[in-house]
T-cell receptor, first 117, second 110 residues
Framework: GAVVSQHPSRVICKSGTSVKIECRSL??????MFWYRQFPKQSLMLMAT?????????EQGVEKDKFLINHASLTLSTLTVTSAHPEDSSFYIC?????????????FGDGTRLSIL | DAKTTQPTSMDCAEGRAANLPCNHS???????VYWYRQIHSQGPQYIIH???NNETNEMASLIITEDRKSSTLILPHATLRDTAVYYC???????????FGKGTKLTVNP
């Protein structure tokens, strides 16, 4: 079953609205989570690394004031798209890695499709 | 992290083996090869990973050449549900950050 849950799965809203997306690790604690964005027919682009208890690390070209990330607990990270505009319409996906010895793969949520009218 | 090169698309008949190649000629000694796939409108799914030895799990096999400059992901008996974009990613061991390229769009045909 799923180990990373994202909510909501789909959002349609008006331009200027702020939208919050939640990413939860279901049966493990994740000190680090990742947020990706995927435009149609393109690959996933890493936006930022969410760090529990500290500031997120943003990739080059990603506006930190536009995409607010909060990782207040070990099982929840949120991405808020502030004052969203049509160009922010995209598929947003989060991931987390289960802690443990040896290699643990990244588990991805099922994504949130954001449509700004 | 080393760059990877994959064919843009491939087709495979249902029930046959699907062999997906990946070129990573600049891979360094401490970099692993990971494979993920993304079925349409879903998040990526981990398939397999390896360093230098061939690996097999319930989903697939990974064959890495002796010089580690290329690898092949093998789905032994492809089904329609294996239709997806397959990503070959090379990163350092212990690194959590995945950088996705364009991948190979595999279409399994009935």
């Amino acid at each position: 079953g799923a180990v990373v849950s994202q909510h909501p799965s789909r959002v349609i809203c008006k331009s200027g609205t702020s939208v919050k997306i939640e990413c939860r690790s279901l049966d493990f604690q994740a000190t680090t989570m990742f947020w990706y964005r995927q435009f149609p027919k393109q690959s996933l682009m890493l936006m930022a690394t969410s760090n529990e208890g500290s500031k997120a690390t943003y990739e080059q070209g990603v506006e930190k004031d536009k995409f607010l990330i909060n990782h207040a607990s070990l099982t929840l990270s949120t991405l808020t798209v502030t004052s969203a505009h049509p160009e922010d319409s995209s598929f947003y996906i989060c991931s987390a890695r289960r802690p443990g010895t040896g290699y643990q793969p990244q588990h991805f949520g099922d994504g949130t499709r954001l449509s700004i009218l | 992290d080393a760059k990877t090169t994959q064919p843009t698309s491939m087709d495979c008949a249902e029930g046959r083996a699907a062999n997906l190649p990946c070129n990573h000629s600049t891979i360094s000694g401490n970099e692993y090869v990971y494979w993920y796939r993304q079925i349409h409108s879903q998040g990526p799914q981990y398939i397999i990973h390896g360093l230098k030895n061939n690996e097999t799990n319930e989903m697939a096999s990974l064959i890495i050449t002796e010089d580690r400059k290329s690898s092949t992901l093998i789905l032994p008996h492809a089904t329609l549900r294996d239709t997806a974009v397959y990503y070959c990613i090379v990163i350092q061991g212990g690194s959590e950050k995945l950088v996705f390229g364009k991948g190979t769009k595999l279409t399994v045909n009935p």
